[in-house]
């Protein structure tokens, strides 16, 4: 066995085992060597093998960059078996940045390009993948049909790790669609079974189930413990979406006096984020510090929160959940009748003077004007009655 692929293979079992820094550290020397020497073909495999580690450290952009290098020396090779799975990789980075079109390009291209030239296996990681960019946006049915036809071509191959990660995802589309004892049994399969570096995937889409059952508590303490694994293991990914779950959790809980407390904590998760997901993230987590501040009495904060929250969201949005349309109806939702109209008011004098500011959120989104208008008026309707009164 050559070194490169020694040092491969290291790579990808440290990193199954949750050791991700060491992993990437062999992904890397791989990648020297194989540039020193000219080695084509193990460059191919090392480039994907580091974008891989890269992803599961949420280091996205650094991943992609990998891919497209992969993907363009595997061309070169005609190695159609790197091909298939850089193509599924770059097609999950792109889900992730929010490009539909192209997430489903390379998801589709990897599976046809699999079904007439490699392996079963491939072919049924290609079909996760699909399964993976459906979830993504928000279409669990397709998602379902992708994960069982890979399931149909792996399971007889026993082949753990592969089954796993479909199993987990397919838990992700039954959350989805309510589907809470489905989700569950796929859940407990792969937690037993899996590789280490899944666990974190898996305890989060478990706080999903506990949460949408209505356990909030047990919600919680899932999320907690997702967060400790995966600072543990360096999977920065699901530790920032775990916190941000947890703010949300931080509502439902009534404990509006902790946002000064996550918003410290946001401001350190952050600054180690990249990518459109990471913005996507933290847009969502300062909507949600913004409504626990304005029901805490801290206005000014709130307003600093939305201003800088809500852009973030128009600008990264991928689907109904995470559009701003729908995150700024919750706020909405949650402050009226509740929150004093002044105050609605002096939030959406300083919200609609920040949109205005932005020319692309005017044209994009006039409609957030009309709901800033709205709380404008509150204050103004309140004035009126006061006077009325009187």
């Keep these: ?149 890979a399931l149909n071509l792996i399971d007889n191959e026993q082949d753990i790790d592969l089954i796993s990660l479909i199993r987990c995802g397919r838990a992700y589309a039954y959350q989805l669609q309510g589907a809470f004892r489905e989700a569950t049994e796929d859940l407990i399969w792969a937690m037993v079974y899996g590789p280490v570096n899944l666990r974190p995937r898996i305890l989060y889409t478990q706080a999903l189930v506990e949460r949408d059952s209505g356990n909030l508590l047990q919600a919680r303490d899932k999320l907690v413990v997702c967060r400790e694994l995966s600072r543990e293991i360096g999977d920065q990914f699901n530790d920032f979406k775990s916190f941000a779950d947890l703010i949300e959790l931080v509502w439902e809980f009534g404990e509006y006096d902790h946002w000064s407390t996550y918003a410290r904590e946001l401001d350190e998760l952050y600054s180690m984020q990249q990518g459109t997901e990471a913005k996507r993230l933290r847009g969502s987590c300062l909507r949600k510090l913004g409504d626990l501040a304005v029901f805490n009495g801290d206005y000014d904060a709130a307003l600093a929160f939305y201003e800088e929250g809500y852009p973030l969201i128009a600008e990264n949005e991928i689907h109904a959940r995470y559009t701003i349309r729908s995150q700024m109806q919750q706020s909405d939702d949650r402050m009226r009748g509740r929150v004093p109209a002044k105050i609605m008011s002096r939030l959406g004098h300083g919200l609609a003077q920040c949109w205005r500011s932005t020319p692309m959120l005017v044209v994009k989104y006039p409609e957030a004007l009309l709901t800033f208008q709205q709380w404008i008026d509150m204050g103004a309707q309140e004035d009126h009655e006061a006077v009325a009164y009187r």
């Excluded at 994907?48 to 891919?67: E, F, I, K, T, V």
């Excluded at 770059?90 to 007439?116: P, T």
């Design 1 to 149: 066995m050559s070194q490169i692929e020694t040092l491969i293979l290291m790579g990808n079992i440290e990193t199954r085992l949750g050791f991700l820094d060491q992993g990437f550290a062999n992904f890397e020397r791989a990648v020297r060597i194989s540039r020193l020497h000219e080695l084509h073909p193990e460059l191919v495999r090392a480039l994907n093998a580091r974008g891989w580690a890269c992803r599961s450290q949420g280091r996205h952009d650094d991943a992609l960059r990998d891919y497209l290098e992969a993907y363009q020396g595997s061309l070169l090779i005609t190695d159609w078996q790197q091909t298939v799975r850089i193509l599924t990789n770059i097609s999950f980075i792109s889900a992730l940045s929010g490009d539909r079109q192209a997430a489903f390009e390379s998801a589709l291209s990897a599976v046809k390009l699999s079904q007439r030239s490699v392996a079963r296996r491939e072919e049924a990681a290609a079909y996760s993948n699909l399964g993976a960019v459906h979830v993504r946006f928000n279409e669990p049915h397709e998602a379902l049909e992708a994960y069982t036809r």
